[in-house]
């Protein structure tokens, strides 16, 4: 079945720093969405990306599809306390539902 | 806030017992999925409810089985526990039960199995 992998579990940068999350399937994906989830909390929908090379940019966060549409990125310019928590990437594929990543952990040393 | 609420926060139950947890999606919502999500692990989709019917169900055995209501709540009911159960029981509810929805997420309930 449909497997989608993330890349690196976690990453601890220091405040200022970038941080940038991979995310890869192993089959071609109908579209990609990215989820947030703070400590404690729950999965908050940050972006969908559903064309082949597209790029999202949202402040601080550059979301990429790749032109295959097997993976995705997320980086976020100079990191802030406010960016701490778990993010996914999830795609679909075919008729099936969201298959989630199994996350990045992201912490900040302020 | 996703307006999706759901009850209760925390559960604890022993194994073999059953559990209902229920979940009140966001109006104007039709759809309802549910998600497991295991300590450090991304959600894991159980099964999804549009218009009162199931719509496509994850890698879960029979003994996780699910209603929606025509107000369009859910419940989540597991049969038969046992400790691998232990986990953080996740409500999403979307507008149209298309693969391409965003998913609204409620605050979980949490589940521990003794």
């Known amino acids: 079945g449909q497997q989608v992998m993330q890349i690196p579990q976690y990453q601890h940068v220091q405040e200022g720093e970038d941080f940038t999350t991979y995310c890869n399937s192993s089959?071609?994906?109908?579209?990609i969405q990215w989820y947030k989830q703070r400590p404690g909390g729950h999965p908050v929908f940050l972006i969908q990306l559903v064309k082949s090379g597209e790029v999202k940019k949202q402040k601080r966060l550059t979301f990429q599809f790749g032109e295959a549409k097997k993976n995705s990125s997320l980086h976020i310019t100079a990191t802030q306390t406010t960016d701490v928590g778990t993010y996914f990437c999830a795609g679909t594929q075919g008729a099936q539902k969201l298959v989630f990543g199994q996350g990045t952990r992201l912490t900040i040393n302020p | 806030e996703t307006g999706v609420t759901q009850s209760p926060t925390h559960l604890i139950k022993t194994r073999g017992q059953q559990v209902t947890l229920r979940c009140s999606s966001q109006?104007?919502?039709?759809?309802v999925s549910w998600y497991q999500q295991a300590l450090g692990q991304g959600p894991q989709f159980i099964f999804q409810?549009?218009?009162?019917?199931?719509?496509g169900r994850g890698n879960f055995p029979p003994r996780f089985s699910g209603l929606q209501f025509p107000n369009y709540s859910s419940e989540l009911n597991v049969n038969a526990l046992e400790l691998d159960d232990s986990a953080l029981y996740l409500c999403a509810s979307s507008p149209r039960g298309e693969k391409t929805d965003t998913q609204y997420f409620g605050p979980g309930t949490r589940l521990t199995v003794l």
């Open positions: 089959t071609t994906l109908s579209n």
């Open positions: 109006s104007g919502h039709n759809t």
């Open positions: 409810y549009y218009r009162e019917e199931e719509n």
